[in-house]
């Protein structure tokens, strides 16, 4: 009764209060916290949600809500006559406000510049929506966050600057065109990408690669909506180990170009540097999965090793699947180490994928996902950017048949297809061509990010234009389930699906899986020659260690690029047939009812 009597009375004593009132009781209780570094949580929280059913309808009320909002951000906060300023190392925002409670004006100004007018904060402020200006703020802090003692950010501060101008001079030297559509052009074939200069209240930005358009014209369910602009921020971070940092241009005045248009760099030694315990760092956003290879030839090019120490190691596909941001992806185990994935494309079609565990357990397939790229140069980047190119164009090509959307209820797969790895920068789609009952074999290499050739076998007779198609809608549309649906429809327009000596198929050579084949090869010059090559069980000179890839091609008849290393045989052919993508294929329907 003592309990209530005294909540009646509280009631009673602030019924007649403003929130106004209420909300500079909690502020005082604040104040007299007895931790001044670390207020009270509680009384921050109700502080915070005071402010939330606050309106925003004085000059007063409005310096609180900023005060909170640098305090969250872990900003200094001033007041001068109807000016804030919220305060940090390397920055300090200013606003400017009114009598109603209104903004008139605010300005970002970074360490030894001029205070300069911000419109998205201002636009943010006027507009009340605090928790967006939070957020904006946070990032602003973010980007100015550099590490150090004073001394230590002011000239890395300064170094940030100064590899800035750089880079927007790399991008403002002349090229040649590319690709129709700009943008794109200057994403994808730009020397640095598309450059967003950075402001005063936004990063220096480079957009470094964009799926191409033809893909986005198709199916919304074939379209991932992780193939949006790959983005890196320019930005510094420590370093367990100094670097030569710039303190001045790296590009002579006027700038001397290289073959390849690029201009010659001075070396660091040759010019002003300070030697940091930091690097510069291309922060990518989303982060990206590389191979090993990758991530070495990275650290190759920038002269600065990535640390180990937090790295996630696992096979390519495993990141591909984390990384998809179709959350209801449909998939199968096929036992411990297989899956099968379910592709819906236009006009009802279903394509199954099944990637092989064992396979892509190969050393040459491990990957990581890289979120940022260290790097002391500007020279670096070009190059760098190149590399990261050219492992989004694998991502996304193998992205398009790991992910997919959730299957349509009771839908029924037309196509099934087995992908299985060849070297770090190929693989192989072995599948069944209409109207026959043997294997083919689709070979996809990625020479870089604006080269891909394709190559087919054991589908006929050998067609150079059938590749050349082949290839053509893999590089435009950037997809191998639509490459493949496009490659079916080719071959069922075809007169005869017999069978080429110069390519027997899978079916032959399970007759006959342990005597020598012969396979005609066109070399560059077309002319054809005969080649011998062994079929046998566990031969290391298949094209891949899949069972279901049992055909005698032999290795001169391959891509040079394509790896031969027995690290890929993880399959063998057996002569009775018992292999995974066999079992699996006449376990879902007769081989015959494909098409």
């Given at each position: 009764?003592?309990?209530?009597?005294?909540?009646?009375?509280?009631?009673?004593?602030?019924?007649?209060?403003?929130?106004?009132?209420?909300?500079?009781?909690?502020?005082?209780?604040?104040?007299?916290?007895?931790?001044e570094s670390?207020?009270?949580?509680?009384l921050?929280?109700?502080?915070?949600r005071?402010?939330?059913?606050?309106?925003v309808?004085?000059?007063n009320?409005?310096?609180?809500r900023?005060?909170?909002?640098?305090?969250?951000?872990?900003?200094?906060?001033?007041?001068?006559?109807?000016?804030?300023?919220?305060?940090?190392?390397?920055?300090?925002?200013?606003?400017v406000?009114?009598?109603?409670?209104?903004?008139?004006?605010?300005?970002?100004?970074?360490?030894?510049?001029p205070?300069?007018?911000?419109?998205?904060?201002?636009?943010?402020?006027?507009?009340?929506?605090?928790?967006?200006f939070?957020?904006?703020?946070s990032?602003?802090?973010?980007?100015y966050?550099?590490p150090?003692?004073n001394?230590?950010?002011?000239?890395?501060?300064?170094?940030?600057?100064?590899?800035?101008?750089?880079?927007?001079?790399?991008?403002?030297?002349?090229?040649?065109?590319?690709?129709?559509d700009?943008?794109m052009?200057?994403?994808?074939?730009?020397?640095?990408?598309?450059?967003i200069?950075?402001k005063?209240?936004?990063p220096?930005?480079?957009?470094?690669?964009?799926?191409?358009t033809?893909?986005?014209k198709?199916?919304?369910?074939?379209?991932?909506p992780?193939?949006?602009v790959?983005?890196?921020?320019?930005?510094?971070?420590?370093s367990?180990?100094t670097?030569?940092?710039?303190?001045?241009?790296?590009?002579?005045?006027?700038?001397?170009l290289?073959?390849?248009g690029?201009?010659?760099?001075?070396?660091?030694?040759?010019?002003?540097?300070?030697?940091?315990?930091?690097?510069?760092?291309?922060?990518?956003?989303?982060?990206?999965?590389?191979?090993?290879?990758?991530?070495?030839k990275?650290s190759?090019i920038?002269?600065?090793?990535?640390?180990?120490v937090d790295?996630?190691?696992?096979?390519?596909?495993?990141?591909?699947?984390?990384?998809?941001a179709?959350a209801n992806?449909?998939?199968?185990?096929?036992d411990?180490?297989?899956?099968?994935?379910t592709?819906?494309?236009?006009?009802g079609?279903?394509?199954?994928?099944?990637?092989?565990?064992?396979a892509?357990?190969?050393?040459?397939q491990?990957?990581?996902?890289?979120d940022s790229?260290?790097?002391?140069?500007?020279?670096?980047?070009p190059?760098?950017?190149?590399?990261?190119?050219?492992?989004?164009?694998?991502?996304?090509l193998?992205?398009?048949?790991?992910?997919?959307?959730?299957?349509?209820?009771?839908?029924?797969?037309?196509?099934?297809?087995?992908?299985?790895?060849e070297?770090?920068?190929?693989?192989?789609?072995?599948?069944h061509?209409p109207?026959?009952?043997?294997?083919?074999?689709?070979?996809v290499?990625?020479?870089d990010?604006?080269q891909?050739?394709?190559r087919?076998?054991?589908?006929?007779?050998?067609?150079?234009?059938?590749?050349?198609?082949?290839?053509t809608v893999?590089?435009?549309?950037?997809?191998?389930?639509?490459?493949?649906?496009?490659l079916?429809t080719?071959l069922?327009?075809?007169?005869?699906?017999?069978?080429?000596?110069?390519?027997?198929?899978?079916?032959e050579?399970?007759?006959?899986?342990?005597?020598?084949s012969?396979?005609?090869?066109?070399?560059?010059?077309?002319?054809?020659?005969?080649?011998?090559?062994?079929?046998?069980?566990?031969?290391?000179?298949?094209v891949?260690g899949?069972?279901?890839?049992?055909?005698?091609?032999?290795?001169?008849?391959?891509?040079p690029e394509?790896?031969?290393?027995?690290?890929?045989?993880?399959y063998?052919?057996?002569?009775?047939?018992?292999?995974v993508f066999?079992?699996?294929?006449?376990?879902?329907?007769?081989?015959?009812?494909l098409?």
């Amino acid at each position: 009764m003592k309990g209530k009597s005294m909540i009646s009375k509280l009631r009673l004593k602030f019924a007649g209060r403003s929130w106004n009132d209420t909300f500079q009781l909690v502020r005082r209780c604040m104040e007299k916290s007895r931790d001044e570094s670390k207020p009270c949580e509680p009384l921050v929280r109700s502080l915070e949600r005071l402010q939330d059913e606050f309106n925003v309808s004085s000059m007063n009320t409005m310096r609180h809500r900023l005060e909170i909002i640098a305090k969250q951000q872990g900003m200094g906060f001033h007041i001068t006559d109807a000016t804030c300023y919220l305060t940090a190392d390397l920055f300090y925002l200013e606003v400017v406000l009114v009598a109603c409670g209104g903004v008139e004006e605010v300005k970002v100004a970074p360490q030894g510049a001029p205070p300069a007018s911000s419109e998205s904060l201002l636009q943010l402020l006027r507009s009340k929506n605090f928790a967006e200006f939070s957020m904006k703020l946070s990032s602003l802090f973010t980007q100015y966050n550099i590490p150090g003692d004073n001394e230590t950010k002011l000239k890395l501060f300064a170094s940030l600057q100064h590899l800035g101008k750089d880079l927007q001079q790399l991008s403002h030297l002349p090229r040649t065109q590319k690709d129709c559509d700009p943008q794109m052009d200057m994403i994808n074939n730009g020397r640095i990408g598309c450059l967003i200069a950075g402001k005063d209240d936004y990063p220096l930005t480079i957009e470094f690669f964009m799926m191409p358009t033809d893909l986005k014209k198709t199916d919304s369910q074939v379209t991932d909506p992780t193939s949006a602009v790959q983005v890196a921020q320019v930005t510094v971070g420590v370093s367990d180990l100094t670097h030569k940092l710039q303190m001045a241009s790296v590009i002579p005045e006027p700038p001397q170009l290289d073959p390849q248009g690029y201009p010659v760099f001075l070396p660091l030694d040759e010019g002003p540097h300070e030697t940091l315990p930091a690097c510069f760092l291309l922060k990518l956003q989303p982060p990206v999965p590389m191979l090993t290879s990758f991530v070495k030839k990275l650290s190759q090019i920038t002269d600065v090793t990535v640390a180990d120490v937090d790295l996630q190691w696992a096979p390519l596909p495993q990141h591909l699947m984390r990384g998809s941001a179709s959350a209801n992806h449909h998939e199968e185990t096929l036992d411990e180490q297989d899956t099968i994935f379910t592709v819906p494309l236009p006009g009802g079609v279903m394509h199954s994928y099944i990637v092989p565990g064992a396979a892509w357990q190969a050393p040459a397939q491990r990957a990581t996902v890289m979120d940022s790229v260290p790097f002391t140069h500007p020279a670096h980047v070009p190059a760098t950017l190149e590399l990261l190119r050219h492992q989004c164009v694998i991502n996304a090509l193998l992205r398009s048949c790991v992910t997919s959307q959730s299957a349509r209820p009771g839908s029924v797969c037309d196509l099934r297809f087995e992908v299985l790895p060849e070297s770090d920068t190929s693989f192989s789609v072995t599948f069944h061509p209409p109207g026959t009952d043997s294997l083919a074999v689709l070979l996809v290499n990625v020479c870089d990010s604006h080269q891909i050739s394709c190559r087919l076998f054991g589908a006929g007779p050998c067609d150079p234009s059938m590749d050349e198609h082949v290839t053509t809608v893999m590089t435009r549309c950037m997809s191998v389930p639509v490459t493949l649906s496009s490659l079916y429809t080719k071959l069922g327009e075809r007169p005869s699906a017999s069978l080429s000596p110069d390519r027997p198929a899978a079916t032959e050579a399970a007759n006959d899986h342990s005597s020598p084949s012969s396979a005609a090869v066109t070399d560059a010059n077309g002319t054809v020659t005969e080649s011998q090559g062994a079929a046998v069980a566990g031969d290391s000179s298949s094209v891949s260690g899949s069972a279901c890839y049992a055909m005698s091609v032999a290795n001169d008849e391959l891509l040079p690029e394509i790896n031969m290393s027995p690290a890929a045989n993880l399959y063998t052919f057996s002569a009775e047939g018992v292999d995974v993508f066999s079992q699996w294929m006449s376990s879902n329907g007769e081989l015959s009812e494909l098409s």
